[in-house]
């Protein structure tokens, strides 16, 4: 008989080691907390709004090879809508001018020299700085490995790392922007294609993750919460979820993919980051202009990143925390006046919803990227999985599924 493996947390971190030992041949059943799968990755019915919207909006790339195997596996890549190219459209409004930086497909970048392909006003020299981020000591902030000003800085990198590391990025670490410059801009546009589900997270992510999962006989129990781990010397001997505990035999082993904190409380003596960053969504219902960029960079506006969805309009602002405190009816205002402007939009503010995550993704800061722990631990049969443990990626959705891959890796070898 198969040995059983435990996963605890149906995040997209226990979705992908679920589905990586399945596809090994080995027994899955999966414990989620609350009673939906998907974690930060989620999609629900808004009332307020009358339709289904995600969470926030949530962007893959190309290149993001962890993720795009992942849902091959599970038969849902075509549920990504992506551009024929790099392509990425900007509007800066303080000054009025929109442009879009169209990349090559090629890992020579033969496009920053084309005027009507780059940034506007960016120089060589500016690009070429870029690749002392891909050699940033370990420990280094941004602002100390390069310099943060500039046409390239403001126009592009900043605006592209503030959505991949969610902290602002003078303060932030200079080895995870170096992973992401490495896997994107360095590796050649066609690993930078923006790929976006506009049917929904649930509907790309989720709902075929928990179809394969039942499909090939494992489980998902749902509002199932781990109150403690049984450990015996270097093994865990049982799951102990309150009303029931589960024991382990010999051969069985445990993945753990919950948020730091739940880990922490679990696992003695486990390193997490401790800080956070929040992530701000707005949602308004209304149909988008036909000619509107399915989504559109926003510079010199509190918008950072528009995008265009069947029926709605949504904004996505990173590095959010100076907003948790303000209104929801002043956010919806403001952010509304924008999305006018840039969509030229005439009509009144359309039905909205403000979906706030305060803790929507540790601090890519240095001295919290140094408490990120190994995906093993000193017990043998337990393995850690999350966008929070030590991917080399910033948290982000292939962080989260890379991890999970990892931690199902580790799990064959036990």
Not at 193 to 206: C, D, E, M, S
Not at 251 to 266: E, M, N, R, W
Request: aromatic share 6%; charged share 20%.
């Amino acid at each position: 008989m198969p040995r059983q493996i435990h996963v605890v947390g149906a995040g997209l971190a226990g979705l992908s080691a679920a589905v990586q030992m399945i596809s090994r041949g080995l027994a899955v059943t999966v414990h989620e907390a609350t009673g939906q799968a998907g974690g930060r990755c989620r999609s629900y019915y808004d009332s307020t709004l009358g339709m289904e919207i995600d969470n926030g909006n949530h962007l893959v790339l190309s290149g993001n090879a962890a993720t795009l195997s992942y849902l091959d596996a599970i038969g849902s890549r075509a549920g990504l809508a992506a551009p024929p190219s790099a392509s990425f459209p900007f509007v800066d409004l303080a000054t009025g001018e929109s442009w879009t930086v169209r990349a090559n497909d090629g890992i020579i970048p033969w496009w920053i020299l084309d005027p009507a392909r780059g940034v506007p006003g960016a120089r060589l020299l500016e690009y070429l700085a870029l690749a002392k981020l891909m050699r940033a000591k370990s420990g280094a902030t941004i602002g100390e490995t390069i310099s943060c000003s500039g046409p390239l800085y403001s126009r592009l990198i900043e605006p592209l790392l503030i959505a991949a590391l969610n902290t602002e990025p003078r303060s932030a670490s200079a080895a995870l922007a170096g992973a992401v410059i490495r896997e994107t801009l360095a590796a050649g546009g066609r690993n930078y294609r923006p790929l976006i589900a506009i049917k929904g997270l649930h509907n790309v992510f989720v709902g075929p993750a928990l179809q394969y999962i039942a499909t090939h006989r494992g489980a998902v129990n749902f509002s199932r919460r781990l109150r403690q781990l049984e450990l015996d010397g270097d093994r865990v001997t049982a799951l102990d979820f309150g009303d029931a505990s589960v024991r382990l035999a010999p051969g069985d082993a445990v993945v753990l993919a919950v948020p730091p904190p739940v880990a922490q409380s679990l696992v003695p003596g486990l390193s997490t980051p401790t800080e956070y960053r929040a992530i701000v969504n707005a949602h308004f219902r209304i149909a988008p202009p036909k000619d509107l960029a399915p989504m559109i960079g926003v510079i010199n506006g509190l918008t950072q990143w528009l995008f265009a969805f069947p029926g709605r309009l949504s904004v996505t602002i990173s590095a959010a925390d100076n907003l948790l405190d303000q209104s929801r009816e002043e956010l919806a205002r403001r952010i509304w006046a924008e999305v006018a402007e840039i969509a030229k939009i005439a009509d009144a503010q359309p039905a909205w919803q403000i979906v706030r995550e305060r803790r929507a993704t540790f601090a890519a800061l240095p001295r919290e990227e140094a408490r990120r722990p190994a995906a093993r631990t000193a017990w043998r049969n337990l393995v850690l999985a999350g966008d929070w443990t030590r991917t080399g990626l910033p948290a982000t959705i292939e962080g989260a599924i890379r991890s999970g891959r990892q931690a199902a890796e580790m799990i064959a070898l036990i």
